[in-house]
Structure formats: C-alpha cells, structure tokens
C-alpha cells in the first residue's frame, strides 16, 4: 500500500492534543510538533463546564486562555483544529469530550495521537479508551512543566511511612541548587514557617497594592458574553473578569507580585482580613495551572530579589516553598494514590454535601461571608481561608470528602483535579487518613479570630462553645473530637487537643453535642445560620 502523504489540514501526521490546562508553548509535543505534517486539537465542551457544577468564571477563564492560545499557534503558522462552544443552547448537541475527539479522529485520520499527561487521571483513562476505540495509536509525554518528575516522587516515597513535605522539599532544594550556597540553605535555615504566622494585630493590614487585573480583549469579552448567555445560572460572577489569559499577562502578573507583594508575603502567609481578598498572595494559581507561567521563573524572580535585597529571605523561602515544595508534593502524592484516592473517606462521613452557602454566601458567620465573597467574585480564596475557614468548618460539620472536593472542583479557577484532590480530601478534609497531613488541622473560632478581624464583625463568639452566642466553628469543634476520639487516640500528635476534651466538663460536653446536633439539622434544612 503506499504510504499516504500527510497534509496537517486534512490528514496530519500527529495530532497533538492540547487541554485547557496544557497552554505551554514548551510543552514536548509541541517542540517536537512539525507544522508540515502535525497538527493540534483544542476543543472546548458543554460537558467540561457541567461535569461539576462549574463556577462562570472558572468557565470563562479557561475557554479565554484556550482562544488566546489556539490564536498564538495559528500566528506562528500552526493547523489546530477547535472546537467552539456553539453560541446558542440549541445548537449544541451536548457532545462531550470523547464523542468530539473520536468524530474528528475518524474525520482527520491521524496516524497517532499525542498529548503531554492531562492533570486528571479520568481524562487519562478516557483518552486511552478512544484511541482503543478510534484504534489510532496514543502517545503520552510527560509533563515538563513540573520541576520533579513523577519517577523522582516513586523512588523518594518508596519505604516511606509517611510522606513529609520537608524532606521532599530539601531533596529538591538540593537537585535544583534553589536558595543554597556551598549545599547549606542561605539564611541560615531551610524552614523560616516559625517567623512566617503574623497576624496584622488591631492596625490591620494598611495600604497593600492589590493584584494586577486583566482587561477583557475583544476574545475574552465574546466568551464572557457566550458564558453569561449559555451558563448564566451557574455560581459566581463575571463581573469581575481580570485573569491573565495569555502568557504575555501572565508574565506581568508574575513581575507585579514580585515588585508589590512578595516581601511580605512569608510573616502574612496565614493571616486573613474583611475584604482584602488577596492580601500579600500572588494570585498566580490560575495561569501557573493552565501552564501560561513555568514553576521555575517564579522562583527565579522570587531568588533575584532576594538577591537584589528587595525581598528578604523567610517572604522568598515560603513563596518558593509553595511552589517548589508543595506544588510538586501534591502532584506526586496526586499520581502515586490514584484511582483509588478519590474515593478515600478516612473519617467514615455519610453522604453529607457542603451548606448552601457554600454556593451564595448568604451566612451570618462572618469569616465564611468574607471568604465566600472572594469564592463568588473571583473564583478564588487563599490558602488559610480555604484550610481553616471553607475547608475547617466543612470538616467539622462532617461533608463527605469527596462532596467537598466536587464543590471545590466547581468554585475556584486554579481547581484541577491533580492539585484540588490531595488538598481539598486530603489536606484539609482529612480524607486520606494521613497522606498528606499527619492530623487533621482542626480548630475553634478562636484561631479565625487570632488570624484575622472576621470575629469582631460577627454575631457569634469565637469563646463560647455552648448557648445562642455560641460560634458554630467552636460548638462543632468539641462535638468532632468527642466523634471521633477513638480514632484519634493512636495519634499523638491529637494528644493536646484530646486530653482538653478529657478535662470538660461532661454535662457541659453533652450540653455543646446537643447544639451541635441542632446545628447541623439546621444546616440540612437550609436555613441561614
Ligand atoms: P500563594 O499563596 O501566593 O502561593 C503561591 C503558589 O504556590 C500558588 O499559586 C500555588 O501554585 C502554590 N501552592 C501553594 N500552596 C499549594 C498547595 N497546597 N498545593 C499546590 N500548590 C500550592 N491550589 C491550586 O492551585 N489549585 C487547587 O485546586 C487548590 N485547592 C486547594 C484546596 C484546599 C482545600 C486547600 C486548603 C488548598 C488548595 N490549593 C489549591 C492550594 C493553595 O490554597 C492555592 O494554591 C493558593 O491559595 C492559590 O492562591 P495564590 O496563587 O495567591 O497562592
Ligand atoms: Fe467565624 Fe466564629 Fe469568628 Fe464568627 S465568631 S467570624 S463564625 S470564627
């Protein structure tokens, strides 16, 4: 037979498939693509935006970066074959991913299909089960984006009994030669979590130069417009579209953390405040997921200024501990416990779902209104409103793991399953037993009130743990040890907190369980606590 001659409009050769988290330009299958004969596919689905009960903005943000990037490979004289959402509801046949790819396969004949490892282990599955079906050969690339391949995580992990961040975190230290001189940690430490725990104190946080925010381009402005028309009944806003959808953005995004906030980005890590929705964070969740920014020029920006002396070393050691430590931590922990992982409920919930203000706001615990008002806004709450307020209060009220981790899949833009799974089941819900955490971070009210303002705002008391005044967070905090404490018996790391609940007082025990009991009952029924 001979040999037919590939034409990427027609019949390429390769066709290499691009996902909405995939947009790096220096991915493999992109390098070694030859626009001759290879082409790439990109298409955006009905079913990607309704798997889980997605956020507008999330919605938006990627089905943006997607056309900024498709419009980038065909400058630079790449075929790609997209898919658009079509405008209108009727026009679209509801097709999910598999059934748009296996049409244009069988349309475009490729000879192989090539994509670098998706972030989600179902979509991994899923591809391999279509190129069985369309019978075309698939070739998986590993993912060079991440500074620590998943090989490098199997061999540090095996015989471990537990996964500790900070020996993975040195070992990459050490292997990137990050923040060392002469193999010794510069500043004298490889920790600096001690000095990075500030509260703003009763001052608050003063002048602090909020994010860069991104105009909509023209592309950007038609999906807001398309999402608003065709999923104008999801959760959140689009009002305030600002993310950074191309690298360009991202890049600027990156130089105006690093010139405003990172200096005091290590001591007010944790700390939190009303409507200061960003604080000193980076707010580069977003582009870093979609691959528009590279792990490795936000270290090196964060280590040239330390250099430069604009940034002293305990804010650049936990800027590059996020993500040159956990960032790649939970990815690794991600791919060496999955499929199983997702189905972990080490605590042994029922099949409780997250309140239904975890989807409005509408709430009269003051810490989780503010937290919600960033999740509905911008599709984003940083890290210690995520752990110990959403995360804390979800725990404590016993949601199922993988409810919460569906409905953090559904609000935050950065949310992939790779990195939303171990730290939204695992991290703050516990859900793995100890993978990620050795304890659960559970809390009263009184640490919310120790790291922000939120309590002085609100009708509840962070102190009591019983009576009408009594703050939900501290009354269930009780009722969980009490549930839980044989479990927890065997952990001494629990020890503290256990003998505490050893010293109530019973009558006064059995009093808060009762108004724990009445809360969650309230909870199930809807009504505003
Ligand atoms: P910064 O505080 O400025 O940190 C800098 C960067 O470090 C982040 O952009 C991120 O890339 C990285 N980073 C920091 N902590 C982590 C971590 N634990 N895991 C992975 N990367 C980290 N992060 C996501 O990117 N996507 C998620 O879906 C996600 N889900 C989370 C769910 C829960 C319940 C919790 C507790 C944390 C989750 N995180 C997730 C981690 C972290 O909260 C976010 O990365 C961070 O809040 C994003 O805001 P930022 O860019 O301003 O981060
Ligand atoms: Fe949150 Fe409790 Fe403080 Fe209110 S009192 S803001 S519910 S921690």
């Known amino acids: 037979m001979a040999s037919r001659k590939p034409d990427p409009e027609q019949r390429p050769r390769n066709l290499v498939l691009v996902l909405g988290d995939q947009l790096d330009h220096r991915a493999t299958p992109l390098r070694e693509l030859d626009s001759e004969r290879d082409a790439v596919w990109m298409a955006e689905v009905h079913q990607e935006a309704t798997h889980v009960w997605c956020h507008k903005l999330r919605i938006a943000g990627f089905f943006a970066a997607m056309r900024h990037f498709r419009d980038e490979l065909r400058a630079k004289g790449v075929t790609v074959h997209y898919t658009e959402?079509?405008?209108?509801?009727?026009?679209?046949?509801?097709?999910?991913?598999?059934?748009?790819?296996?049409?244009?396969?069988?349309?475009?004949?490729?000879?192989?299909?090539?994509?670098?490892?998706?972030?989600?282990?179902r979509v991994l599955e899923s591809l391999g089960q279509q190129a069985l079906e369309s019978d075309v050969e698939l070739e998986v690339l590993e993912d060079v984006h991440f500074l620590s391949d998943l090989g490098a995580f199997e061999s540090?992990?095996?015989?471990?009994?537990?996964?500790?961040?900070?020996?993975?975190?040195?070992?990459?230290?050490?292997?990137?030669?990050?923040?060392?001189?002469?193999?010794?940690?510069?500043?004298?430490?490889?920790?600096?979590?001690?000095?990075?725990?500030?509260s703003f104190g009763k001052q608050?946080?003063?002048?602090i130069k909020a994010p860069r925010r991104f105009r909509p381009d023209d592309v950007t402005k038609q999906v807001v417009e398309l999402v608003e028309r065709r999923f104008g009944d999801h959760p959140g806003s689009l009002e305030h579209f600002d993310l950074p959808v191309n690298r360009k953005e991202a890049r600027a995004a990156l130089r105006d953390f690093v010139a405003h906030r990172l200096?005091?980005?290590?001591?007010?890590?944790?700390?939190?405040?009303?409507?200061?929705?960003?604080?000193?964070?980076?707010?580069?969740?977003?582009?870093?997921?979609?691959?528009?920014?590279?792990?490795?020029?936000?270290?090196?920006?964060?280590?040239?200024?330390?250099?430069?002396?604009d940034a002293p070393i305990h804010s650049v050691e936990g800027f590059v501990r996020q993500i040159l430590g956990w960032r790649e931590f939970i990815r690794g922990v991600y791919w060496s416990q999955m499929p199983r992982y997702g189905e972990r409920n080490a605590l042994g919930c029922d099949d409780r779902d997250?309140?239904?203000?975890?989807?409005?706001?509408?709430?009269?615990?003051?810490?989780?209104?503010?937290?919600?008002?960033?999740?509905?806004?911008?599709?984003?709450?940083?890290?210690?409103?995520?752990?110990?307020?959403?995360?804390l209060f979800a725990q404590l009220l016993g949601v199922h793991p993988g409810r919460f981790h569906a409905w953090h899949m559904a609000?935050?833009?950065?949310?992939?399953?790779?990195?939303?799974?171990?730290?939204?089941?695992?991290?703050?819900?516990?859900?793995?037993?100890?993978?990620?955490?050795?304890?659960p971070y559970c809390a009263t009210g009184n640490y919310v009130d120790r790291m922000s303002?939120?309590?002085?705002?609100?009708?509840?008391?962070?102190?009591?743990?019983?009576?009408?005044?009594?703050?939900?967070?501290?009354?269930?905090?009780?009722?969980?040890?009490?549930?839980?404490?044989?479990?927890?018996?065997?952990?001494?790391?629990?020890g503290f907190q256990l003998r505490n609940l050893d010293k109530k007082d019973p009558k006064l025990l059995k009093s808060i369980r009762n108004r724990a009991r009445a809360l969650k009952a309230r909870v199930t029924r809807g009504e505003r606590i």
């Open 204 to 207: 608050g946080p003063g002048e």
């Open 156 to 198: 540090w992990a095996q015989g471990r009994k537990e996964l500790v961040l900070e020996s993975f975190y040195r070992m990459l230290r050490k292997r990137h030669d990050v923040l060392l001189t002469d193999d010794e940690p510069q500043g004298g430490r490889w920790n600096f979590d001690e000095d990075n725990r500030k």
């Open 85 to 121: 959402l079509p405008e209108r509801k009727s026009d679209d046949r509801g097709e999910d991913f598999a059934t748009v790819l296996r049409k244009d396969v069988k349309r475009l004949d490729p000879e192989k299909l090539v994509v670098t490892r998706p972030g989600d282990w």
């Open 453 to 494: 303002n939120y309590c002085k705002g609100c009708r509840y008391d962070p102190k009591q743990a019983d009576g009408e005044e009594a703050c939900p967070f501290t009354t269930l905090y009780w009722d969980f040890l009490a549930r839980h404490e044989d479990r927890f018996r065997a952990n001494h790391r629990m």
């Open 263 to 309: 200096a005091k980005f290590g001591p007010y890590e944790d700390a939190m405040w009303t409507d200061r929705d960003f604080l000193y964070h980076s707010r580069l969740s977003f582009p870093l997921n979609l691959k528009l920014l590279d792990p490795r020029e936000c270290i090196e920006a964060a280590v040239e200024a330390y250099e430069a002396g």
């Open 411 to 439: 609000m935050y833009v950065d949310a992939i399953d790779w990195v939303s799974l171990p730290n939204a089941l695992g991290m703050s819900q516990w859900g793995d037993g100890g993978v990620v955490g050795t304890k």
């Open 354 to 391: 997250v309140p239904s203000f975890y989807w409005d706001g509408e709430t009269d615990m003051n810490c989780i209104a503010h937290a919600m008002k960033a999740v509905i806004q911008h599709g984003y709450a940083h890290h210690i409103q995520r752990l110990m307020v959403l995360g």
